[in-house]
């Protein structure tokens, strides 16, 4: 059974920045496509990042330039590193893990989720 578990969200300023991370189920990180979205109140949960096994990484046009996602192997860990952030990113966030590869954006690809955090971004 897959496990994620998220952390790091809160309350920030816009043009702040908040790193999130997702602790996964041993070897998770590395045998699944790691996906970040994002669901805001009225609106349809939508894929912010994705990292697949081999590493390579998308992103969503919105957040292109200000968000990373990353994953230390070594603690089954994926981060999404946030930085100028703005009112619009304000949403919970979930880490998800896909068990498909090739470039995999829809929820319903994502068998596994976490409980999500807050991001809010005050203007």
């Known amino acids: 059974q897959v496990q994620l578990v998220e952390s790091g969200g809160g309350l920030v300023q816009a043009g702040g920045s908040l790193r999130l991370s997702c602790a996964a189920s041993?070897?998770?990180?590395?045998?699944?496509?790691m996906g970040w979205f994002r669901q805001a109140p009225g609106k349809e949960r939508e894929l912010v990042a994705r990292?697949?096994?081999?590493?390579?990484?998308a992103y969503a046009d919105s957040v292109k330039g200000r968000f990373t996602v990353s994953r230390d192997d070594t603690k089954n860990t994926v981060y999404l590193q946030m930085n100028s952030l703005k009112p619009e990113d304000t949403a919970v966030y979930y880490c998800?893990?896909?068990?498909?590869?090739?470039?995999?954006?829809?929820?319903?690809?994502?068998?596994?989720w976490g409980q999500g955090t807050q991001v809010t971004v005050s203007s």
């Open positions: 998800a893990a896909s068990p498909y590869y090739g470039d995999r954006k829809l929820p319903r690809e994502y068998p596994y």
């Open positions: 041993v070897r998770t990180v590395t045998s699944y496509t």
């Open positions: 990292i697949a096994q081999n590493a390579n990484t």
